[in-house]
């Protein structure tokens, strides 16, 4: 399975963000997708999730500004960020699930991406 993550940039505060995540190697539609985020110094947390059915968790710290969403023909997950804030800015790693179903814990995801750098300025 490979992910590759990409649309990532500098951005002011306020902005905006679509972040995607090409997978391939197995069958993208029954597995659960996440994104998570690692700022400078700090551990990596959890921000985003989307079932094999498109059913959505949020971390309360974006909820409300993001959107993740999954195109099964493209085999790609998407995530919106809007009304971006500096606290936003950290490499942002998309992840596949071991299941249909993925939520907020490291250990339900089976592949990482590589990630992709979001800095907000402010």
């Known amino acids: 399975v490979q992910l590759q993550a990409s649309g990532g940039g500098l951005v002011q505060a306020g902005g905006s963000l679509k972040l995607s995540c090409a997978a391939s190697g197995r069958t993208f539609c029954n597995y659960g997708f996440g994104w998570f985020r690692q700022a400078p110094g700090k551990e990596r947390e959890f921000v985003a999730a989307?079932?094999?059915?498109?059913?959505?968790y949020y971390a309360d710290s974006v909820k409300g500004r993001f959107t993740i969403s999954r195109d099964n023909a493209e085999n790609t997950v998407y995530l919106q960020m809007n009304s971006l804030r500096p606290e936003d800015t950290a490499v942002y790693y998309c992840?596949?699930?071991?299941?249909?179903?993925?939520?907020?814990?490291?250990?339900?995801?089976?592949?990482w991406g590589h990630g992709t750098q979001v800095t907000v300025s402010s």
């Open positions: 989307i079932s094999w059915s498109g059913g959505t």
């Open positions: 992840a596949e699930g071991r299941r249909r179903y993925s939520g907020s814990s490291f250990t339900e995801y089976e592949y």
